[in-house]
């Protein structure tokens, strides 16, 4: 019934993009729900062959939810941050995938930065300015550049087909995307609060829509 409704109120247009400068808001997903994310619209003209993508996300879901998703027609999970319910984290490119396993910690506002570079395949997930061991995907891959890109929800095709089991509920806020791998003093200066003009995804000038209860508030984290 929520899918079916989702298409409805897509069908009659009621939801409309926005573009704003987010500075200091976060967007608050409620509840779970099929019909609930927010869709952003990326600048891209190439092919990805590197990526930074940073934001960060609060929630005290105990099971497992996704927080960024990122697909093209031909491949549904060619970027893909989702926490497992194990409390690891899955970081997919090209629909490959490796996890993480950040320290246990409190529920809290976590900061992530999920890097990769075509040239090594090398991948690295930073949380809270921490880097996680490096590890490698998909070698000598380029990311497409026809991207529906899904906050809250994965996506198991493009655009839709959503599981209200994966959804996310909590905050998400400061999203950010680099065609470039950031450095390391880079991604500790993006955890402060500064910024290296993102040229994919800019929060400041993000272009975006909501769907569902989303609702943009002021943020809880510094």
Known sequence: MEKLLLCFLLSIGLFSASEADLNGQAFVFLRQSAVSFVS??????KPLRAFTVCLYAYSDLTRAYSLFSYATRTV???IHLYKEE?????????GAGVNFRPPVRSPAPLHFCMTWESASGITELW???KPMARKSLKKGYSLGTDASIILGQEQDSYGGNFDEEQSFVGD?????????????DEINIVYAGGTFSPNVLDWQTLKYEVFGEVFIKPKLWP
């Open 40 to 45: 952003l619209t990326a600048q891209l003209k």
């Open 76 to 78: 549904d999970n060619e």
């Open 86 to 94: 194990t409390g690891e984290y899955s970081h997919t490119v090209g």
């Open 127 to 129: 949380v809270d300015g």
């Open 172 to 184: 998400i806020g400061d999203v950010n995307m680099w065609d470039f791998v950031l450095s390391p």
